[in-house]
């Protein structure tokens, strides 16, 4: 198989751009929480809402704040393992995974800043959140080459074979020494079913 350059650099990732990475966003503070009847509780809840903005700076104050906390974790773990109790009826279910882990903020931060980090070099790559839903140049691509292909009527997916075929023939030179391709090439160069004739290139009537 030839390595086809066109075809590397049509599926690969746009370069990251630092100055959409680096752009100023504006995170909002969470409200302070009155929920539990527990100021520590409510303020351990407060802190984890921190956290989940995925914001370094909350992040990293809601951890430096959780440490002025002295009662163990815990210890606030069962209060608040209590109050779920109380709050749903006597649901110990509940309890037990709502208050698993419930003061354990090293842990909960870890997500949000992995998601984050995943979240800036993908608006850097493409440098919106608009352009994230786009078409690419190379989902394009693969529309208009499976165009035609039925569809398997139960898991609606293309047949493997003849959409391997489809991009055997266009993409690798030589391949079934060019019938396959030419016959492809002109396939994509006809006209969209639904525009002005089939997807076989027949001209619809007048």
């Known amino acids: 198989m030839n390595d086809n350059q066109e075809f590397r650099a049509l599926f690969s990732l746009p370069p990251i751009l630092l100055s959409a990475s680096t752009a100023l966003v504006t995170v909002q503070t969470p409200s302070p929480k009155n929920e539990t009847g527990d100021r520590e509780l409510d303020a351990v809840l407060w802190l984890r809402d921190c956290i989940k903005t995925g914001a370094t700076v909350l992040i990293d104050n809601a951890l430096e704040a ?110 079934d020494k060019g019938v396959e391709r030419r016959k492809l090439d002109a396939f994509l160069g006809s006209e969209p079913e639904g525009e002005n004739g089939t997807n076989n290139g027949t001209k619809g009537q007048n």
């Open 66 to 175: 959780f440490k002025k906390i002295e009662t163990p974790a815990k210890d606030l773990e069962r209060r608040y393992s209590d109050y779920l109790v109380r709050a749903s009826g006597g649901k110990t279910l509940a309890a037990v995974f709502g208050g698993f882990d419930f003061a354990n903020l090293e842990d909960l931060a870890q997500s949000p800043v992995k998601k984050k980090a995943s979240q800036d070099e993908a608006l850097a790559r493409f440098g919106s959140e608009k352009a994230l839903f786009d078409m690419t140049p190379a989902e394009t691509l693969c529309k208009k080459t499976l165009r035609g292909i039925k569809r398997d009527k139960t898991w609606n997916d293309y047949d493997p074979e003849e959409a391997a075929a489809r991009f055997v023939s266009r993409w690798i030179d030589g391949a």
